[in-house]
């Protein structure tokens, strides 16, 4: 799953200016600087080779993209989709845009990033520990 809208920016309802890339306490911060549009873009490409070479799978594969996710006028977003056609996306596994943390390589732990506080809008640097 992942979404494919744009969502409108003001500037008044920004602490920085969204639109002027700023680095600040070990994150970026700016408007889309960590969106997921390409995840998007590389989940449709997958969906495609996978019909033209003619993979098949052992379970079903399942893939949403939807519009409206952070707006007002949410058009068939998740929370539509779970209200009305559960059935169509019920999975056993699920990738999903947004989940932002850090796996730790010895003991498979995942851990939340809570440093980077709007995590659409930022991503931590290298540098940050």
Request: hydrophobic share 35%.
């Amino acid at each position: 799953m992942a979404h494919i809208d744009v969502v409108e920016a003001k500037r008044e309802d920004w602490e920085r200016d969204p639109f002027i890339l700023t680095e600040a306490g070990g994150c970026f911060y700016a408007r889309g600087v960590s969106d997921d549009k390409g995840m998007a873009a590389i989940f449709t490409d997958s969906m495609i080779r996978y019909k033209r070479e003619g993979y098949r799978p052992e379970r079903t594969i399942k893939m949403m993209l939807n519009c409206g996710k952070e707006g007002p006028n949410e058009l068939v977003g998740a929370k539509y989709m779970v209200d009305n056609h559960l059935d169509h996306i019920s999975a056993a596994f699920t990738l999903n845009e947004g989940a932002v943390g850090r796996i730790d390589p010895d003991t498979g732990q995942y851990t939340p990033t809570t440093a980077c506080r709007q995590a659409r809008n930022s991503i931590r640097t290298s540098r940050s520990k």
